[in-house]
């Protein structure tokens, strides 16, 4: 059953039946029900959870103003408030964005990062926009083509996840692609925070590549390869990342 959290700003659901000390955070334009099978699977028993639905996904309305993951991440870091602290934080694509920043300014909160298929470093073979798109982009900037041109061009050469994204939270996506996390990633080496990162080795939005150089960037964090799994690990391989997220609960809570 949905309730809501951080003063009504936030909705999402509880498992397990004690405070609860793992938060979950999907991937861009996903909800809360992606973890379903990782927080309480069929047969097994409920982990003590919070999975919410990020603002402009599922029951949470949109920002009111395009956030970056960092505006996220201030928003989320309330719900904290609420579970039994440090807890774990189990982050999927743009969910785990959020979450690094969360771990990064609550060092004594958070106590372990599970991440899958975060894009926290560039990848190598990202391809570069068309020339043509980059064209029309520089004109804009120069004042000579319109706002509005700018937006028919990115419609029609931009991503498939943009072009599905309404009102504001097609201006997020747009300060999402973006950004970059090198400070975040930086003071959680600083830290030496557990971190388990949990990858398919078939994902093909952030190669496991992508997962390697983090894992790296983070002075050695754990990885974990999933045969098959594509970028949808949560819903692909939910046995894993539970396991990971066991794991990391046990030792934080030693």
Do not use: K
């Amino acid at each position: 059953m949905l309730r809501s959290f951080a003063g009504g700003r936030l909705f999402g659901t509880t498992t397990g039946g004690a405070p609860p000390s793992v938060l979950a955070l999907h991937g861009w334009r996903r909800t809360h029900r992606d973890f379903d099978e990782v927080l309480a699977p069929a047969g097994g028993e409920a982990l003590d959870a919070v999975a919410l639905d990020l603002p402009g996904c599922g029951a949470t309305p949109p920002p009111p103003t395009p956030w970056g993951s960092a505006d996220y991440a201030d928003l989320v870091d309330a719900v904290l408030d609420e579970m039994a602290t440090p807890v774990v934080v189990l982050g999927h694509s743009f969910g785990g964005r959020v979450a690094v920043h969360l771990a990064a300014a609550e060092p004594e909160r958070v106590g372990a990062l599970v991440l899958t298929g975060v894009p926290l470093v560039a990848r190598a073979d990202r391809r570069r926009p068309s020339a043509r798109y980059r064209a029309i982009r520089a004109l804009n900037r120069a004042g000579v083509l319109s706002e509005a041109r700018l937006e028919t061009a990115r419609r029609r050469h931009g991503s498939p996840d943009y072009r599905a994204a309404e009102g504001v939270m097609r201006d997020v996506f747009v300060r999402l692609v973006g950004e970059r996390y090198d400070a975040q990633l930086d003071v959680l080496a600083a830290r030496r925070l557990p971190v388990t990162l949990v990858w398919g080795d078939d994902d093909t939005e952030v190669p496991l590549s992508v997962g390697r150089a983090a894992a790296e960037r983070l002075g050695g964090a754990d990885v974990v390869v999933c045969p098959g799994a594509g970028h949808l690990t949560p819903r692909t391989a939910p046995g894993p990342l539970r396991q990971a997220v066991v794991d990391r609960l046990a030792a934080v809570r030693r």
